[in-house]
């Protein structure tokens, strides 16, 4: 669960610090307030690559952390022991410095994080449903990841086209071979060579930070010895030493506090810088007789550097990429391997395709238990929102040869009316009835998943009366098993909350140049206020300010019953 967001110089955000609590939170404010800009920070710390004109202006940096409580998920807590993650008290801190020259810096729990371990996390934590959720849905490749996520079967669907693109590569490769065998052939003995040679070199990253290093100090030793040998000779071994004049300063001060007592704390310290010059005498006297000027290793660090550096120019490439060239060349060699024989690429090829069609026979069967689960509990919720006979079906249409996607195309299907026959979504929702069907498809599938939180954004755009009212209701119903929160102009949905939060902008102002955005919890007056508001606009009257109060009470009453 959410429980703290903390954003620093983030757009038109000066400094915000939000503790969020279980149950269903809505977020309101007039258009333009920076409500979406809360998502826009939360998508940030959860894996998006940052932009610097995200910083606000005229700042050096932007900074955003989000805490979140993992007790429930042992997977998670599991993934983050493995990583060298964890933190014992059951917390996730993620945290993100944009900063302006365009680097950006992440965190888990304290400890360096990259933006792929930020988005693993992400996927257990947050699962944030857009204002244009519903025009995504218009998608068949959006419809298709939305099935597999429903019947739980997501890696499955990866696995499948992974599986499909191995197969069309190994299908690519036996064109390939059929058409350039002689080319082929000529291309693996060039590389065959060349894998040796870089094989033979034996190059490391690490061997080669080391070797300049080590060449760095080498070519360095006399000056390093001169230094070390001024640094003795000044502390301790010439007449005007440091350590004996301060042993003479330290004699006479001591001679004198048996007349003034107040200098025993000067010799105090005196003696403790005595002792600490006469420690770093020792090392450095140790560390002089490290040092060895050694022409013979010194040549033998140059001789491997320049081969190194022969080698690389040859390639036309700088000595850090060595290792990739390696892995290059050996995965090329591989494929041109597998391609010297036809009669063998065939074999690997009807392999592929024999797993790719098995795997994609399971994804299959999958699909077709969750499409009648999901059309019959769309279809079951269309009719609480004024869509009394309507039905939804997600239908799957074979294809023979399969794609990247399995073995059949998605297709969400609907009848807005009892007498109408389904068609593709797409073609007969209208507006209204697509922001409709996009709401209860996005709740439905929100109940079955196990992510804690769940952010709403704008998603009951194009709908009204009644109806938004019916869709605060699911939203409340929502948030008593999970932590839902809802960014909503409707104020049937925010009068649902179980806590309320507005959203402001301020103008700038002699102090303060910039415009900003604030938030704040409402209490019960406050938010008669708002809801007020979102009813009569800015023109408040006792009449809508008596029917904000009624809306409230009336949900009040609901929710104790």
Known sequence: ?????????????????????????????????????????????????????????????????????VNTIPALQEWLVENALEDETGICLLRKIMESGGRSRNFINGHPATLQQLRTVGEWLVDIHGQHAHQLLMHGHKQCELLDAW?????????????????????????????????????????????????????????????QIEHNRLTHTASLLETAQFSLESLSENETAVLTQLSTVLTRLNSLTDIDNTLEPLCSQLQSAQI??????????????????????????????AAIHGTARKYRIMPEILPDLLETTRQRLESLGNAASGEALMKAEKSARNNFENLAARLSQARQHAADQLSGLVTETMQTLAMAGGRFNVALIPIPSGNLHGMEQIEFQVSAHRDLPLRPLNKVASGGELSRISLAIQVITSKAGTVPTLIFDEVDTGIGGRIAAIVGKLLQ??????????????????????????????????????????????????????????????????????????????????QST
């Open 1 to 69: 669960m959410l429980q703290n967001l903390s954003i620093r110089n983030f757009i038109i955000v000066d400094h915000i610090d939000l503790h969020f609590k279980s149950g269903f939170t809505v977020l309101t404010g007039e258009t333009g307030a920076g409500k979406s800009i809360l998502i826009d920070a939360l998508e940030l710390v959860l894996g998006r690559r940052a932009d610097t004109s995200q910083i606000r202006y005229g700042c050096k940096r932007a900074e955003i952390t989000a805490q979140f409580s």
């Open 151 to 211: 019947a739980g079967e997501s890696d499955l669907a990866r696995e499948v086209a992974s599986a499909y693109r191995h197969w069309q590569d190994l299908c690519q490769q036996r064109l390939a071979w059929e058409q350039h065998s002689e080319q082929n052939l000529q291309e693996h003995e060039t590389l065959t060579w060349q894998l040796q040679e870089l094989t033979a070199l034996n190059f490391s990253l690490e061997e080669w930070e080391n070797l």
């Open 276 to 305: 600490q010059l006469q420690e770093i005498v020792y090392e450095l006297k140790r560390y002089q007789q490290h040092l060895d000027i050694d022409p013979r290793r010194l040549q033998e660090t140059e001789t491997r550097i």
């Open 477 to 558: 119903q929502l948030g008593k098993t999970r932590q839902v929160m809802s960014i909503t102009h409707l104020p049937q949905v925010a009068a649902r909350g179980d806590h309320h939060w507005r959203v402001s902008k301020t103008s700038g102002t002699e102090d303060e140049q910039l415009p900003a955005s604030h938030i704040s919890e409402l209490d019960a007056a406050e938010r008669t206020e708002e809801i007020a508001r979102m009813l009569g606009g800015e023109n408040l009257t006792a009449a809508t300010r008596q029917h904000a109060a009624e809306m409230l009470g009336y949900d009040k009453q609901n």
